[in-house]
């Protein structure tokens, strides 16, 4: 609340010294010549929910004798859905004699927006809007072709890094509780098109098929959260089994670790099957590694 207060003096005397001379009014104005440098913006994914992070890769077509930072913006409400756009914005690093760089940026927009399977495609837009050199002048701007990107609706905390860490007395023999750090499980969600006529459930098993995570919701998701401080090491097969379904349907699996990255797996399925693999690494650690790939 402090920081609050101070900013709000501080622009009470700015407006009263302004009050005194317009030339403290006037907006600055950057006259300098700039040259215009296009760079390649390369995104992990195209579909995501609003919140989510969509992890990216950044070219420029030069290097510079210092550090540079890169802006990305991604603007959603280009659709007639969102009268008012909103923007997130993300800064990667590249230091000097580089070309390239990686980040993640933010899906924007509403959570509260509802979609079917398929989502609102070019919903929001993603591209390089700005550079900026760590010494020296800055006499240039950067832009690159925008990504189109899709709108999913969100399966609440199953699109998003684990949020607890568990306290109090009932679990104090269990890895991680007490340690005031959020668990580093892996959320998992499901989503499938025409769910009003398919059901889908969805498992994790190990080698031997025991069950380890299981969402039989009857439900348009399904969702669960992989305990990995609590699981052994090792690979585990994602399965899905057809409750109810005729032939093949659409399918997205989508898995979100304790660091916020996103791995999407979407394909169709049209029997009970494996999907893909998790393989987790980090013991009774709160420094979880996890590889999610699709077969």
Known sequence: MKTYKYSIIAMAILSMMSCGDDEFSREYQDTEAKTELVGTLTPSRTKATAGSLIAFSVTIPQSFDTDASVEVSAIAGLSDLEVNQSVSKAYVTIAAGETTGTGSIAMPGSTDLAADFFGIADYAKMSISGIALAEGDDPYVMTSDATFLTFLQTNGSYNAPYPVDYT???????????????????????????????????????????????????????????NGNWNPDGEYGIYIQAYYNTGAVDYMFTATDQNGTVTQIE?????????????KLGGESNDITYVIEGL
């Open 168 to 226: 109090g007395a009932a679990g104090a023999d269990l890895p991680g509780w007490n340690d005031g750090v959020v668990e580093p499980w892996l959320t998992i969600s499901l989503d499938w098109a025409d769910s009003d006529n398919v059901d889908l459930d969805l498992y994790v098993l190990d080698s031997t098929n025991t069950t380890y995570e299981s969402s039989t919701s009857g439900s348009r998701f399904e969702g669960d959260f992989f």
């Open 267 to 279: 394909s169709s399925i049209d029997a009970n099957g494996f999907i893909g693999t998790i393989t």
